[in-house]
């Protein structure tokens, strides 16, 4: 099932990824650079949001947990160590199955699975989402 998202509803989900939970012209700036810094990391569901979309949402406010700096960095951190973990299990796996004879891998055009995600898929305690975005400022949600 898809949902269509408007940018105030991604970034009312985005206050979940960067821990600020109400979005001031203070800091605008800072709510727009960690979604870069999660971009970097591999998140790219809010690719589509800039910094003048965040500054004509100030005032928005959500329920999401505040994060300090450390508690942002270290979450992203742990994220990409946990990313990096299954990057590492499917490698030697890979290994494992050319030692008894199977040369066959995964494609990498293959749809995620708790299994096998893609490289830019987010992994967030356990799960694995991918948003993607749409014309007119609409996120689907897969």
Partial sequence: MTQERTTKEALEHATLFVGINKISKKNARLFNKRLKIL???????FDGIKLTDIQEHIGLS?????MTPSEFKSIVWQSMEEGAEILVKEEDQEEEGKEEGNTTSTPTDEEPTDDNPKNSDWLLQGKYLEIKSEPNNTYSIL
């Fill in 62 to 66: 959500t329920d999401a947990k505040k």
């Fill in 39 to 45: 971009k970097f990391a591999g998140l790219h569901i």
